[in-house]
C-alpha cells in the first residue's frame, strides 16, 4: 500500500509495516502492513517479532497538545 493509504486506512492508529519501497530521500512511500493499533503497546508488542529487514512505526493521527510527549515515527533497519 501507498503511505497515503495506509494513513486513510488506519486513521489515528500506530501502525507498523514493513518497507518496500521509498523515495530518493529514503522516506517509505510503499509499505505492507504488519500490525496496526489505537493501542501503541499492541504495535510494540508485533515489533519484537517482526522479521522484516526494514520496518516502519509510525502514528497517523495528529500530534498531541503540548505537555504530551510522542515520537510520530520509528524505523528500524
Not at 495506509?6 to 522516506?27: F, H, I, N, P
Not at 509499505?31 to 520496518?55: E, F, G, P
Not at 498531541?64 to 515515527?73: D, I, L, N, T
Request: glycine share 4%; no cysteine.
Amino acid at each position: 500500500m501507498k503511505l497515503k493509504e495506509v494513513e486513510d486506512k488506519y486513521r489515528d492508529e500506530w501502525v507498523l509495516a514493513e518497507v518496500l519501497k521509498e523515495d530518493e530521500s529514503g522516506e517509505p512511500t510503499e509499505l505492507k502492513v504488519i500490525a496496526h493499533s489505537k493501542n501503541r503497546d499492541d504495535t510494540y508488542d508485533a515489533m519484537k517479532k517482526v522479521k522484516s529487514k526494514y520496518s516502519y512505526h509510525f502514528y497517523t493521527g495528529n500530534i498531541p497538545q503540548e505537555g504530551r510527549a510522542m515520537s510520530k515515527k520509528t524505523i528500524t533497519i
